[in-house]
T-cell receptor
């Protein structure tokens, strides 16, 4: 079975400081990993994904994430946080070769960037 | 990226009535769409997988007679909450993929349902 863990319910960071939102996953085979952001009363917006290749993937709005197979992690990072980055962030996984199965989401991490 | 449009964005209805939510893929064809429910400050709970031209596949614990899903075309799936009750009040979100399993899913903007 596939699963995703986001160990932090809330992350607080000062504007201009680097931010990290943690994610670990569990799949039987190779993972496809995704990060999404949700603003209040809105759907989810895609940020970035890891499918194969370079472990460091870059996405929208200056975000990046690093795939670490040995630690089964896919932490989301940004070098310099903005107040406008404050939102709810979801990590998701799907196992490669799993056909048309839906994404499995973590419970979400609320990021608060303080001016 | 691909666009998924969900309508309405919010709806208020009386107990006992039914509400239909539409999910459209605007610039791609989606043979499969997914319906989620999100409670306040919680993650997305998958309700069902909607397959074009066939019956939806419901997750355990989701009442198929309560939440009717129809996927009549490659660009439209609908979720009807029948005989709504206050406990059905929630945020409902649909999503669709334009490609294979390694492509990202695109989400509608969500529908806030309030049953009074």
């Amino acid at each position: 079975a596939q699963s995703v863990a986001q160990p932090e319910d809330q992350v607080n960071v000062a504007e201009g400081n680097p931010l990290t939102v943690k994610c670990t996953y569990s799949v039987s085979g190779n993972p496809y990993l995704f990060w999404y952001v949700q603003y209040p009363n809105r759907g989810l917006q895609f940020l970035l994904k890891y499918i194969t290749g370079d472990n460091l993937v870059k996405g929208s709005y200056g975000f990046e994430a690093e795939f670490n197979k040995s630690q089964t992690s896919f932490h989301l990072k940004k070098p310099s946080a903005l107040v406008s980055d404050s939102a709810l962030y979801f990590c998701a996984v799907r196992e490669s070769g799993s056909g048309n199965t839906p994404l499995v989401f973590g419970k979400g991490t609320r990021l608060s960037v303080i001016a | 990226g691909a666009v998924v449009s969900q309508h309405p964005s919010w709806v208020i209805c009386k107990s006992g009535t039914s509400v239909k939510i539409e999910c459209r893929s605007l610039d791609f064809q989606a043979t499969t769409m997914f319906w989620y429910r999100q409670f306040p400050k919680q993650s997305l709970m998958l309700m069902a997988t909607s397959n074009e031209g066939s019956k939806a596949t419901y997750e355990q614990g989701v009442e198929k007679d309560k939440f009717l899903i129809n996927h009549a075309s490659l660009t439209l799936s609908t979720l009807t909450v029948t005989s709504a009750h206050p406990e059905d009040s929630s945020f409902y979100i649909c999503s669709a993929r334009s490609g294979g399993p390694n492509t990202e899913a695109f989400f509608g903007q969500g529908t806030r349902l309030t049953v009074v």
